[in-house]
Structure formats: C-alpha cells, structure tokens
C-alpha cells in the first residue's frame, strides 16, 4: 500500500527527491514518517510528518538539510534531501503510522513501504 521511489546513486552534495505514493485505505488520516537503515545499522527514524502538514519532526542528523512534505490530494509524502553526506546512505523506507500525528517511534507506524535505496558517495 506503501510505494517509496526516487533513491539513487549522487556525489555528496548533491540532493535526492524520495516519494512515497499511498493506496487503499492509507495516508488521509495518517501520520506519515522516513526511516532508514544503513548496511550492518539498526533502523533509524529521519523526518515525519502529521496528517495535516502542521507538525514536523526531524532527527538532528538531518534537521535544516531535509524536508518532509506531503500532497494530501496526490496522496504522496515525499522526502527531499539537501546537502547529501555519505553517511546518509542508506535504504530509506516511508511509513504510514496509526494516528493522524507525527511520531519519531518505529512502534507507532502501522504501515511500511518497501524501501528504496540511496548511496551517497564522496
């Protein structure tokens, strides 16, 4: 129900798109969130978002170079990222949680696309 895009290979500095497309029943009244999990890491929370774009939440690894946004209409999160460090690479998932807010806790997401893969190198 969850489809994430737009990964890819970029030299640090450079920014990605990611896009996360919602079908059936997800995405009106859901917060939605980014996670990702580099090779051998344990996954990690990035940016989320409440169902009415009102509320934003970031990890401090990320805070002023990504932004979360989302097209209640197109039913799509989208995750732009800015100033691409190598120590971003990683497979970048969307999630669509329980309730309408953002939440930065993997437990609160009910549904999960399949991932998309990003590498940065330097």
């Known amino acids: 129900q969850l489809q994430a895009s737009g990964g890819g290979l970029v030299q640090a500095g450079g920014s990605l798109r990611l896009s996360c497309a919602a079908s059936g029943r997800t995405f009106s009244n859901n917060g939605m969130g980014w996670f990702r999990q580099a090779l051998g890491k344990e996954r990690e929370f990035v940016a989320a978002i409440s169902w009415k774009a009102d509320s934003t939440n970031y990890a401090d690894s990320v805070k002023g170079r990504f932004t979360i946004s989302r097209d209640n209409a197109k039913r799509t999160a989208y995750l732009q990222m800015n100033s691409l460090k190598p120590e971003d690479t990683a497979v970048y998932y969307c999630?669509?949680?329980?309730?309408?807010?953002?939440?930065?806790?993997?437990?609160?997401?009910?549904?999960w696309g399949q991932g998309t893969q990003v590498t940065v190198s330097s």
């Open positions: 999630a669509a949680a329980y309730r309408p807010y953002s939440s930065r806790l993997a437990g609160e997401y009910a549904y």
